[in-house]
């Protein structure tokens, strides 16, 4: 099953649509690190990791994780981890997952710039849960929490999130 996304903010699963927000500089087809872009295709839903101390474990058939307080993520194309989860404190540029906003309580890792990773590909582009005000991301796709965790209980291995270009 396909999560498509659209330039619109939305992101429908069958017959079901849900508002989504986007990269803050729209989405593009040339993601380039730091652009705050969205990328343009079809992205392998790889596991899901959530924050156990603020959500029971999300209903899902796709591998799961929880967040522990010292989990980061690589956004450093100069380094060896890029686009790759790392523990802190890091010697590199990283993001930390264990944030005190609420929008990585679920994030899912998506197949993006991974397989390998590319330097300046892009990095940490997630689908998560939005800001309340549905507030621009940094280039991953962001649902409320009620609708992210409604696509998740119809998702497993195999699926995939697709941002349309047009």
């Known amino acids: 099953m396909d999560i498509v996304v659209r330039k619109d903010g939305t992101a429908s699963v069958g017959p079901r649509r849900f508002r989504c927000a986007l990269g803050r500089s729209g989405i593009t087809d040339t993601k380039r690190e730091g652009d705050g872009a969205t990328p343009v295709g079809c992205f392998a839903l790889r596991r899901v990791l959530y924050r156990p101390d603020r959500l029971a474990r999300p209903e899902t058939a796709l591998p799961t994780a929880p967040i522990a307080a010292d989990d980061g993520w690589c956004d450093d194309p100069a380094h060896g981890s890029y686009n790759r ?47 309340p005000d549905y507030g621009p991301t940094e280039g991953c796709v962001a649902l409320a929490l009620n609708d992210l965790q409604a696509v998740l209980r119809n ?12």
């Open 85 to 131: 989860p790392v523990r802190l404190p890091f010697e590199g540029s990283c993001e930390r997952l264990f944030r005190e906003d609420h929008v990585y309580d679920i994030v899912v890792i998506l197949g993006h710039n991974d397989d390998p990773p590319v330097p300046f590909a892009g990095s940490a582009i997630f689908m998560h849960l939005a800001r």
């Open 155 to 166: 998702t497993g291995p195999g699926d995939r999130l697709c941002v349309d270009g047009d």
